[in-house]
């Protein structure tokens, strides 16, 4: 039997961006988008930290899962 949390979810192991440690730097190129009504050249500084904390976030996980791995 599932539990509801289960139909409501359909990949319930999915990350979901606000589980994610770039949360904070998420939420504010969002607010910046809205303070310039979605000018994006204005808040390229804010897309950049945004992308760099992915990019750091990516390469723990693969190295998380390179340690876990069967085949290393």
Do not use: G
Not at 12 to 28: E, G, L, T, V
């Amino acid at each position: 039997m599932t539990s509801s949390r289960d139909q409501s979810t359909p990949y319930p192991s999915a990350a979901r961006i606000a589980d994610s440690p770039c949360f904070p730097q998420y939420s504010a190129s969002l607010k910046c988008l809205e303070e310039f009504r979605s000018d994006k050249s204005k808040c390229q500084e804010y897309f950049d930290i945004y992308k760099e904390c992915k990019k750091k976030e990516r390469e723990a996980r693969l190295e998380r899962n390179k340690k876990r791995s069967l085949f290393s």
